[in-house]
């Protein structure tokens, strides 16, 4: 069973900086397209960014286009998601997700497997 533990949340002021990890548990992941969603409080999950298993593609949500960033790095199982110029509204509970499909998925339900999350508060 693939297991995926998010790391890198925390309290941060607008405008200010975090970098989130998703540590996969296992080798195979690195086979995987990757996706980080944010479930902002009283609020469905949305998508937030997504990266092929290479690395070589990505896609984004349009609200954190310039400021948001997804890496991954197949060597230690882990992907990343660099997050800039934050904003109060960036606040939620972010959750990394793997999905075995080829495409950049936006779609909650076509990721096989989740984190736990990881709660990043902006306070303004």
């Known amino acids: 069973q693939v297991q995926l533990v998010e790391s890198g949340g925390g309290l941060v002021q607008a405008g200010g900086s975090l970098r989130l990890s998703c540590a996969a548990s296992?080798?195979?992941?690195?086979?995987?397209?990757m996706g980080w969603f944010r479930q902002p409080p009283g609020k469905e999950r949305e998508f937030v960014a997504a990266?092929?298993?290479?690395?070589?593609?990505?896609r984004y949500v349009d609200p954190v286009k310039d400021r948001f960033t997804i890496s991954r790095d197949n060597a230690k199982n882990t992907v990343y998601l660099q997050m800039n110029s934050l904003k109060p509204e960036d606040t939620a509970v972010y959750y990394c997700?793997?999905?075995?499909?080829?495409?950049?998925?936006?779609?909650?339900?076509?990721?096989?497997?989740w984190g736990q999350g990881a709660r990043v508060t902006v306070s303004s």
């Open positions: 296992e080798r195979t992941v690195s086979y995987y397209a």
């Open positions: 990266i092929s298993w290479r690395g070589g593609s990505s």
């Open positions: 997700a793997a999905t075995t499909g080829t495409f950049l998925a936006s779609a909650p339900g076509s990721y096989d497997y």
